[in-house]
Structures are given as structure tokens and as C-alpha cells.
């Protein structure tokens, strides 16, 4: 994978997370806001959303 694995990226790597994400990040991040809004499934980083 061009940006690794999100799994084993750690919070502050910020630029790699939203790089290993892809165009996906805004749909995935869309997909968080609306199944789990207040934060309780919490795995791996997600990118910051723009």
C-alpha cells in the first residue's frame, strides 16, 4: 500500500495516515460522523478531515 497500513501508523503521523487513506478519506471519515459520532470504536488513526 502506497501510505502503509493504518493499522500500525501512530496518531502523530498525520501526513502518512491521510496518504495511506487515499481518496477514500472523505467517505470513510463521512461514514464515522454518522455509525459512531461520539467516538466510542477507536482502533486505529483516522486522517483529519478537510
Known sequence: ???GYPNLLGDDEVAQIAHAYGPNT???LA???RFDPDHVFRAIPLPVSS
Open 1 to 3: 500500500l502506497p501510505g
Open 26 to 28: 472523505e467517505r470513510l
Open 31 to 33: 461514514v464515522k460522523r
